[in-house]
Each structure stands twice: as structure tokens, then as C-alpha cells.
């Protein structure tokens, strides 16, 4: 038996990719999720379980990942932890200043593992195995960008402020700020149509004040990512540090991190086109080639290299 737990929809989406591979797999019950899990065999006394390995996302604060974690070692049960985020990484390995670690750590970048170690994590238990999110959406193809006069730009929502209130962080920016100064812009310009995605952990009231004094559009909550809609229906897209910033930049030429220059908008925006004056995005847009061209379709290593180690471990 394989058992899974995470509070995270990032680390899930990333565990999808290759738990369907894995024999007698039964994922920790976990209301948040409850959709998403609803074709999963699902556990809810899972401390009455005897796996024989056990694999975590990471999140902020002693969430179901680390009860995994210290359950495995005490039960001396294997374990693997997949990091597939930059954001607020000394938190989701640490809680009150004490490490909660798997036996494996599975990293998609050797950045994640050099601030890793900067952490004082012993390097010999990180593995880089890329990200087999991002090589599927690589296989992506035949897309359109549906131009109309109506020039949509959507913004990508993350949790910032919930985070910095329930775990007393202390950012000075978040994304109502971010989202405030797309709109005083955007706004001015009559062509253009502003729409928010929420990020699935957001409350669906979150933009209400958004909505109903500038007029803009708030999509329904989902946490399903449908890319191809995206990429084809909207001209401009915009987020603060969002990997899914990173993941529609695979298929789209205008992907913008924006952020105050006061705050490091580096990490999961690696290689997007950042503005620190949202003014000078105009200069930025591609008109005329909104959707990437694709070349030969990419392999999926990624997904090898991590089932290759979990049948080591197993």
C-alpha cells in the first residue's frame, strides 16, 4: 500500500502525474479536496494504516504533510516529499524553526535544491527531477488566439494575504495591491476587459469590492487549470509569482509577473517578462503573435526519473 496526503492543490497536481503508475495507491481524506479525489480510494483513519511508502506535497504551517511526515518516522515507514514551489520554501520544510523532512526529497530545479541546502537540508536526500506538469503542457497543440475587439486580460490570483494574516508574514505587497494597479490602468482603455482567476484556496466572496466598484469579472473558482481556453481567449495575462505564470508561458508570448519593486519576483517567474511599472506593459505586448509556436513534441522524462526512484525506494 502507497499512501498520499497534502493540503496543497499545487503538490497534487504534481503527484497526479505519476500516482496513477503506482500499485494500491489510497489518498488521506481531505474535505478541501474532495472533488478532486472523488475517483481516488481515500482514507480518513489513516493513522490505522500500514503503508509501505509514503509521499507528501509541502505547505505552510503543521498541515497533513508534516503529520505524514513524523507518522512515517516514528512507524519507521519510507518516505518522499515533492517540491514543485519556490514560494515561502523555509516554511513548508519547517515548522516552528524544526525540520519535517522525507526520507527522498524530489525537487523540479536545481534551484530548489541549492536553497534547500542553504536551509540546511543534507543534499545526498535531494533529488532534481524536473517537472512533468510542465512537459505535458509542452505536448500541447493546435491553438488559436481567438482576437476580438474585447482585449481580455486576466489576472492570476494567489492567496498572498490569507498567508501573511494566519501566519503572521510580513509582505508588502499582495495581489489586492497588484490587482488595484492593473485595474488604474486597464481601466482607462475602453478596449480592454479585465477577468480574475481565483486561485482554488480563495473564497469565492474575495473580489467582491473589485467587482462591484470597477466593474471587472470574476471567474467561477475551479481547480481544474484549462489552458487551452486561457491561451486562446486572453491577450494579456498577469501575476504575482504564481507557477502557473510559468506554466502558461510554455503556450503564450504575453506572461507578465508584476510586483513592486521592493519584493523579489524571481522563483517560479523565472524566465517570464516582469514589469515593475505596471505603465510599461504596453510597450511589452505582442499583437501579432500571441500564441507560441511549438516545436517537436517533448518527452516526458520527468515522469521516468520519478517513478525510477520510488521503485528504488519500494
Avoid: C
Amino acid at each position: 500500500m502507497n499512501l498520499i496526503g497534502t493540503d496543497t492543490i499545487g503538490s497534487i497536481r504534481f503527484i497526479f502525474t505519476f500516482e496513477k503508475y503506482l500499485d494500491n495507491v489510497f489518498w488521506v481524506k481531505n474535505k478541501k479536496f474532495q472533488k478532486i479525489l472523488s475517483d481516488k480510494n481515500v482514507l480518513k483513519n489513516w493513522k490505522s494504516a500500514k503503508p509501505k511508502l509514503i509521499i507528501t506535497g509541502t505547505s505552510i504551517g503543521l498541515k497533513i504533510d508534516k503529520k505524514l511526515l513524523i507518522y512515517a518516522r516514528n512507524n519507521n515507514i519510507k518516505s518522499v516529499t515533492v517540491i514543485d514551489s519556490w514560494v515561502e520554501l523555509e516554511h513548508r520544510i519547517k515548522y516552528k524553526k524544526k525540520f519535517y523532512l522525507a526520507n527522498i526529497i524530489l525537487v523540479i530545479e536545481k534551484k530548489i535544491k541549492d536553497e534547500l541546502v542553504n536551509l540546511g537540508v543534507n543534499k545526498s536526500i535531494i533529488r532534481i527531477v524536473g517537472n512533468p506538469i510542465l512537459e505535458n503542457i509542452k505536448n500541447i497543440r493546435n491553438l488559436i488566439y481567438r482576437n476580438t475587439e474585447e482585449k481580455r486580460i486576466l489576472f492570476i490570483s494567489q492567496p498572498f494575504s490569507e498567508t501573511e494574516k494566519k501566519f503572521n508574514l510580513k509582505n508588502s505587497y499582495n495581489e489586492f495591491q497588484s490587482l488595484l494597479d492593473i485595474i488604474k490602468i486597464f481601466n482607462k482603455k475602453k478596449e480592454f476587459k479585465i477577468f480574475v482567476k481565483m486561485h482554488f484556496e480563495d473564497k469565492n466572496n474575495k473580489y467582491s469590492y473589485f467587482k462591484k466598484k470597477y466593474q471587472i469579472n470574476i471567474l467561477k473558482n475551479s481547480n481544474e487549470v484549462d489552458y487551452s481556453d486561457i491561451v486562446q481567449n486572453y491577450l494579456v495575462i498577469i501575476g504575482i509569482n504564481s507557477f502557473l505564470l510559468k506554466e502558461l508561458n510554455i503556450l503564450h508570448n504575453n506572461v507578465f509577473s508584476y510586483i513592486s519593486k521592493n519584493i523579489d519576483n524571481s522563483g517560479n517567474t523565472k524566465n517570464i517578462k516582469k514589469i515593475r511599472n505596471i505603465k510599461d506593459i504596453f510597450k511589452k505586448i505582442s499583437y501579432d503573435n500571441v500564441i507560441r509556436k511549438k516545436n517537436k513534441k517533448f518527452k516526458l522524462n520527468s515522469q521516468k526519473k520519478i517513478l525510477n526512484i520510488l521503485n528504488e525506494i519500494l
